[in-house]
């Protein structure tokens, strides 16, 4: 296969065995040579300790991070705090997202949208930063129409991010079509394929319905005839994710950016099955 970069998503431990086994799994996952880890960021800023420590971490490791940054819940002054620590830690690479308002908070902040974070990163550092944002081929659950959400999604590129990152998919139509639309638009930033492995069916569809990726009906079909048979649901899974990175990368895809969810397996075997081991 041919050579595509890669990028890989954790989210920050809450718990010190959780942080030491997260220092494992990116130990065995280094291997990838990725072009940056990237670490989650909670609702409202709710994990920003911890994603700050395990971005940290990375940096100190000798590999690039890219903490997450979202904007709902924040004030330009405590934006402009996280700037220069990111900043101060040699932290050149953020994420940019509007992010999710926490349970029983009613205050936005002083940012709605992930294109007006983005402008004030901009304003406030210049090009000290390679912003990357999020894309969603299948639509932004929130979003009015197809329409808008594309609309969206140029504000975000026009504000200067440098690439986007899209929500998973199973479905390699959408991904082809949406880049398809983003370039008619003037849009031609590169737009990474965002790639979840399946380790179960169930906590798969649970977080799919929330965030409003689609499981294809023959996908989800098969999963279910699986029942409790773990086995034979990564199996399928692997061989499911294999062929759509292949069709992906077969399709111009200039990355992959699979969200390990903390784990080290199935992206590993992902990238030995596309050949991508000791690139």
Sequence with gaps: MMS??????????????????????????????????????????????????????????????????????????????????FSDSGIRRIVALRGDLPSGMVDAGEFRHANELVGFIRAETGDRFRIEVAAYPEWHPQAKSPREDLLNFKRKIDAGANSAITQYFYNADAYEHFVDEAIALGIIVPIVPGIMPVASFSKLARFSDACGAEIPRWMRRKFESYGDDADSVRAFGLDVVTELCQRLVECGAPGLHFYSMNQAGPTLELCRRLELLGR
């Excluded at 990725?34 to 971490?57: D, I, N, Q």
């Excluded at 590999?63 to 924040?74: N, V």
Aim: aromatic share 6%; hydrophobic share 40%; proline share 5%.
């Design 4 to 85: 595509i970069e890669l990028s890989i998503e954790f989210f920050p431990p809450h718990t010190d065995d959780g942080v030491e086994k997260l220092r494992l799994t990116r130990q065995r996952l280094a291997v990838l040579k990725p072009e940056f880890f990237s670490v989650t960021y909670g609702a409202g800023g709710s994990t920003r300790e911890r994603t700050l420590a395990v971005v940290k971490e990375i940096a100190a490791e000798g590999h690039d991070a890219a903490p997450h940054l979202s904007c709902i819940g924040s004030t330009r002054a405590g934006i402009r705090e996280l700037l220069a620590e």
